[in-house]
């Protein structure tokens, strides 16, 4: 006999945070100039996936980012790194 096997249910946004979209460093461009020093990096949330923009401390669900990716704050319009 095969014992039924569980599927973690998909993850959902965490609830106050943004979903961070990932924008290709070709694209960075368009949002102007890096800044001196390149972009500042997000700080961890405590939470798997959730990150501090460095620019307004909003939570940000960069799950979908990979590390070192760039994502827009959408109070700011600048961007950040993901960790």
Do not use: H, N
């Not at 945070?17 to 800044?35: K, N, S, V």
């Not at 996936?49 to 401390?57: A, E, I, Q, R, V």
């Amino acid at each position: 006999m095969f014992a039924a096997r569980q599927l973690a249910p998909p993850q959902e946004p965490q609830r106050g945070a943004l979903t961070g979209a990932a924008i290709e460093q070709d694209q960075a461009a368009r949002y102007g100039p890096p800044p001196p020093g390149g972009f500042p990096y997000a700080r961890w949330a405590g939470t798997p996936g959730l990150y501090y923009s460095p620019y307004t401390g909003r939570v940000y669900d960069l799950r979908g980012v990979p590390p070192g990716g760039l994502t827009r704050d959408v109070d700011t319009g600048r961007l950040f790194r993901k960790p």
